[in-house]
T-cell receptor, first 115, second 110 residues
Framework: GAGVSQTPSNKVTEKGKYVELRCDPI?????LYWYRQSLGQGPEFLIY????????DSGLPNDRFFAVRPEGSVSTLKIQRTERGDSAVYLC?????????????FGQGTRLTVV | DAKTTQPPSMDCAEGRAANLPCNHS???????VYWYRQIHSQGPQYIIH???NNETNEMASLIITEDRKSSTLILPHATLRDTAVYYC???????????FGGGTRLMVKP
């Protein structure tokens, strides 16, 4: 596809369960970002990948959150022992870093609800 | 990234120009001003960015003051579909990520 794709679009899980959220970036984009957005707030940075490596994971709230990008394209955000406070929209963005200051393209997000 | 300050909400009449201000008084010389918008239930969408000069594209114009401490995003003929939250971000490539503030909720009214 032409844009950033995120699956699933909606996920409902029970408290304490494990979830995986997937992001397919734009082909060829080396930079990939995960953000979390709570209702009425701006997106909050979680983690940034440059290629396969996590270049900045300072936004991950705790060790229940983990993300991988093993082949430098698709990324998976993993949340262990989910809590009700993890309910939010999780956004993924990708950017080509071939040029300075290129724009980031966002997916439609995954709405996670922990019940 | 420099902190930006935006009014929390604005109204605009359909067909009129929408002028959205942003203060970034601590912006550094290598930080660009980026604007994104987010329509309800969608991911943020890139609008425009600039460093020092005014910029225009098919969506909007960006006016940056000479001292670069503030900027204005201009939607020349606002439509109902421009109702969204607009985010102003000061960003440099070394910072790696975009830091979003609260944005301005623009309501375009008939």
């Amino acid at each position: 596809g032409a844009g950033v794709s995120q699956t699933p679009s909606n996920k409902v899980t029970e408290k304490g369960k494990y979830v995986e959220l997937r992001c397919d970036p734009i082909s060829g984009h080396t930079a990939l970002y995960w953000y979390r957005q709570s209702l009425g707030q701006g997106p909050e940075f979680l983690i940034y990948f440059q290629g396969t490596g996590a270049a900045d994971d300072s936004g991950l709230p705790n060790d229940r959150f983990f993300a991988v990008r093993p082949e430098g394209s698709v990324s998976t955000l993993k949340i262990q022992r989910t809590e009700r406070g993890d309910s939010a929209v999780y956004l993924c963005a990708s950017r080509s870093t071939g040029n300075m200051n290129t724009e980031a393209f966002f997916g439609q997000g995954t709405r996670l609800t922990v019940v | 990234d420099a902190k930006t300050t935006q009014p929390p909400s604005m109204d605009c009449a359909e067909g009129r120009a929408a002028n959205l201000p942003c203060n970034h008084s601590t912006i550094s010389g290598n930080e660009y001003v980026y604007w994104y918008r987010q329509i309800h239930s969608q991911g943020p969408q890139y609008i425009i960015h600039g460093l020092k000069n005014n910029e225009t594209n098919e969506m909007a114009s960006l006016i940056i003051t000479e001292d670069r401490k503030s900027s204005t995003l201009i939607l020349p003929h606002a439509t109902l579909r421009d109702t969204a939250v607009y985010y102003c971000i000061a960003y440099n490539n070394a910072g790696n990520m975009l830091t979003f503030g609260g944005g301005t909720r623009l309501m375009v009214k008939p």
